[in-house]
């Protein structure tokens, strides 16, 4: 069992920089690849960004390409999402996910564990 929790979200000017984390509890955090997914009002939820089990490989989507960087610390059960130039449609529930399966995927439905979600707004 992985339980995550997610926290740094909230609200900032478009053009700023939002930093969130998600802490996961259990030994086996560093055997998870690790994902964050996004869900806007009435909007179906989509992948963002996802690092493989040790950090050596990682995948954006392109709406968030070269704006949001994807990191992980295994010595502190942790993994990030560093959001720089953000804009208005950036806004969201973001959430991360766990997959045991080690290397970033987009497909949410290979996630094994969810966080509750932080709300991150961009106001423009």
């Known amino acids: 069992q992985v339980q995550l929790v997610e926290s740094g979200g909230g609200l900032v000017q478009a053009g700023g920089s939002l930093r969130l984390s998600c802490a996961a509890s259990?030994?086996?955090?560093?055997?998870?690849?690790m994902g964050w997914f996004r869900q806007a009002p009435g909007k179906d939820r989509e992948f963002v960004a996802a690092?493989?089990?040790?950090?050596?490989?990682?995948d954006y989507s392109e709406s968030v390409n070269g704006r949001f960087t994807i990191s992980r610390d295994n010595s502190k059960n942790t993994v990030y999402l560093q959001m720089n130039s953000l804009r208005p449609e950036d806004t969201a529930v973001y959430y991360c996910?766990?997959?045991?399966?080690?290397?970033?995927?987009?497909?949410?439905?290979?996630?094994?564990?969810w966080g509750q979600g932080t709300q991150v707004t961009v106001s423009s």
């Open positions: 259990g030994r086996t955090f560093s055997r998870y690849a």
């Open positions: 690092i493989s089990w040790r950090g050596a490989n990682t």
């Open positions: 996910a766990a997959d045991w399966r080690l290397n970033p995927r987009r497909n949410q439905d290979a996630y094994d564990y």
